[in-house]
Nanobody, 116 residues
Framework: QVQLVESGGGTVQAGGSMRLSCTAS????????MGWFRQAPGKDRDLVAR???????TYADSVQGRFSISRDAAKNTWYLQMNTLKPEDSAVYYC??????????WGQGIQVTVSS
């Protein structure tokens, strides 16, 4: 089992920045991909950014160039740096992790609100 705990989040004005953190514990040696997802009211949970153990990253088109995902292996933590935030970025953000056997784990979710 893997446990994920998110931190950061809150309210920021449009154009501002925010950083989310996700710390993993438990069977972390089995993880090969970590990421951030978000879900706005009435919408599906969508991928925001993902990072693999190789260091390769991928981003949703809507955040490309504004958001950056990174990982600190020593701290078992990955981050989502969000810059130039827009009201449409408001959502509940979830960190996620995937094991080699495709088992997925999720954090509890954290609210990000961008005011106009």
């Amino acid at each position: 089992q893997v446990q994920l705990v998110e931190s950061g989040g809150g309210t920021v004005q449009a154009g501002g920045s925010m950083r989310l953190s996700c710390t993993a514990s438990g069977r972390i040696f089995s993880l090969y991909a970590m990421g951030w997802f978000r879900q706005a009211p009435g919408k599906d949970r969508d991928l925001v950014a993902r990072i693999w153990l190789s260091g390769q990253t991928t981003y949703a088109d809507s955040v490309q160039g504004r958001f950056s995902i990174s990982r600190d292996a020593a701290k078992n933590t990955w981050y989502l740096q969000m810059n130039t935030l827009k009201p449409e970025d408001s959502a509940v953000y979830y960190c996620g992790a995937t094991e080699y056997d495709a088992t997925e784990y999720w954090g509890q979710g954290i609210q990000v609100t961008v005011s106009s």
